[in-house]
T-cell receptor, first 114, second 112 residues
Framework: EAGVAQSPRYKIIEKRQSVAFWCNPI?????LYWYQQILGQGPKLLIQ????????DSQLPKDRFSAERLKGVDSTLKIQPAKLEDSAVYLC????????????FGPGTRLTVT | QKEVEQNSGPLSVPEGAIASLNCTYS??????FFWYRQYSGKSPELIMF????GDKEDGRFTAQLNKASQYVSLLIRDSQPSDSATYLC????????????FGGGTRVLVKP
């Protein structure tokens, strides 16, 4: 079974530029999560989708971050404009259902904002 | 106040010894608790989850939960150098869509 795919793996941009990350969850997984992990910290949930609907986006900085999962499969997370403090690893995870205990994480995208 | 707290470490243990990791949580509504292992530069992988008070064993790993004290722990028996990693504790509330709230992680170093 293929795991969660993410791209790109690394991205370096200047502040005020925009960037987009892509995630393809495990086939058949209805729930998709985006986490932000700053160096030395645990992951923080940004947004959770159940199919193509948003379950929780309470910690998503909506003035600059947006995410979509239009067809209920893959998802895109965008930052516009980026700030220095957005430098982090962006992790995508998926689970079979939102009631499932196990979340499977992708390899992450390491973003550096200069 | 952080919702899930862990000692950042590093916790240094000799090979073959028991590593004991602790985690406390503040939200009494938390129902399920998870231990993830994260190697440097890699993504987290689930080791165990526990939702009932008491102990749960899986191979060399034992998770312990005490809801009255809001305390979760992970024991790693017969520690191996390959166990050197950061261990993340997370809590979830089913009614909140099983959203995971992570602690900051404890770095474990197993010395040969």
């Amino acid at each position: 079974e293929a795991g969660v795919a993410q791209s790109p793996r690394y991205k370096i941009i200047e502040k005020r530029q925009s960037v987009a990350f892509w995630c393809n969850p495990i086939s058949g997984h209805a729930t998709l999560y985006w986490y932000q992990q700053i160096l030395g910290q645990g992951p923080k949930l940004l947004i959770q989708f159940q199919n193509n609907g948003v379950v929780d986006d309470s910690q998503l900085p909506k003035d600059r971050f947006s995410a979509e999962r239009l067809k209920g499969v893959d998802s895109t997370l965008k930052i516009q404009p980026a700030k220095l403090e957005d430098s982090a690893v962006y992790l995508c995870a998926s689970s079979l259902e939102y009631t499932s205990y196990e979340q499977y994480f992708g390899p992450g995208t390491r973003l550096t904002v200069t | 106040q952080k919702e899930v707290e862990q000692n950042s470490g590093p916790l240094s243990v000799p090979e073959g010894a028991i590593a004991s990791l602790n985690c406390t949580y503040s939200d009494r509504g938390s129902q399920s608790f998870f231990w993830y292992r994260q190697y440097s530069g890699k993504s987290p992988e689930l080791i165990m989850f526990i939702y009932s008070n008491g102990d749960k064993e899986d191979g060399r790993f034992t998770a312990q939960l005490n809801k009255a004290s809001q305390y979760v722990s992970l024991l790693i028996r017969d520690s191996q150098p390959s166990d050197s990693a950061t261990y993340l504790c997370a809590a979830s509330i089913k009614a909140a869509g099983n959203k995971l709230t992570f602690g900051g992680g404890t770095r474990v170093l197993v010395k040969p």
